[in-house]
C-alpha cells in the first residue's frame, strides 16, 4: 500500500521557520514529481512548490510566487523523503499543507496519484 506521510507542521509566529517532511512508502519515488500543495478553507488547494525529476541524478524545482525566496523544496531518495523549509513565515501562510506525487513531468491538482493526509501550519502575527 502507498503511502504519503507530512509531518513538521504546527504553530510558529511569523518571520519564523518551519520544515515539513513528507516520508513515502509502499514504492519507490525517485522518478516521481513530487509536489507541496496548501489549502485553507473556502479555497481551492494550491501548488506551493514542486520537484520533477529530469534524467539521472539532475532535479528541478518550482515554486509559487508567494513563496519564492522563502521555501526550499528537497528530496532524500535514500529516504523516499521529500521536505519543505519555510523560512520568512507570514501569517498569509497559514494552511493545511498535502505532499502528492505524480509519475508526470507536470504536477497538478488533477493528475496526482498519491496525497498525504495533510499537516497543518499556523503562522501568528
Known amino acids: 500500500q502507498v503511502q504519503l506521510v507530512e509531518s513538521g507542521g504546527g504553530l510558529v509566529q511569523a518571520g519564523g521557520s518551519l520544515r515539513l517532511s513528507c516520508a513515502a512508502s509502499?514504492?519507490?519515488?525517485?522518478?516521481?514529481?513530487m509536489g507541496w500543495f496548501r489549502q485553507v478553507p473556502g479555497k481551492e488547494r494550491e501548488l506551493v512548490a514542486a520537484?520533477?525529476?529530469?534524467?539521472?541524478?539532475?532535479?528541478?524545482?518550482a515554486y509559487a510566487d508567494s513563496v519564492k525566496g522563502r521555501f526550499t523544496i528537497s528530496r532524500d531518495n535514500a529516504k523516499n523523503t521529500v521536505y519543505l523549509q519555510m523560512n520568512s513565515l507570514k501569517p498569509e501562510d497559514t494552511a493545511v499543507y498535502y505532499c502528492?506525487?505524480?509519475?508526470?513531468?507536470?504536477?497538478?491538482?488533477?493528475?496526482?496519484?498519491?496525497w498525504g493526509q495533510g499537516t497543518q501550519v499556523t503562522v501568528s502575527s
Open positions: 502528492a506525487a505524480t509519475p508526470r513531468s507536470a504536477i497538478t491538482t488533477g493528475n496526482v496519484d498519491y
Open positions: 520537484t520533477r525529476w529530469s534524467g539521472g541524478t539532475t532535479y528541478y524545482a
Open positions: 509502499g514504492r519507490t519515488f525517485s522518478t516521481y514529481t
